[in-house]
């Protein structure tokens, strides 16, 4: 799987989904109900780390199978959605590599 652009492009896209699930579930609660900000300085930098290894994995995987304009974009606006890099990963999963 990591043998691909394609293949680190999802790789990459479902750590950086379960980081953002990860904010916003479990950190953010904590932050504000348990008063307990380290959760969204940790959370926060570790997802932000993901994001923008997936924002270059998008831009390798772009240039190496010619993604259209709008597949990049589709593929940008799904990691800001919750869940969206999940459905995003289901639609190409038998894209080839």
């Known amino acids: 799987m990591l043998h691909s652009a394609l293949g680190r492009f999802r790789v990459i ?14 950190a953010m609660p904590l ?3 348990l008063h307990m900000p380290a959760a969204v ?4 930098s570790l997802h932000g780390l993901l994001f923008v290894l997936y924002v270059l994995a998008l831009a390798h995987v772009t ?3 010619r993604w259209s304009v709008w597949k990049v974009a589709g593929a940008f606006i799904a990691s800001l959605l919750p869940f969206g890099n999940f ?3 289901a639609r190409i999963k038998h894209e080839k590599a």
């Open 13 to 26: 896209g479902i750590m950086e989904g379960i980081s953002y699930l990860v904010l916003l579930g479990i």
């Open 31 to 33: 932050k504000y109900f």
């Open 41 to 44: 300085k940790i959370a926060g």
């Open 63 to 65: 240039m190496t199978n």
């Open 87 to 89: 459905v995003l990963d």
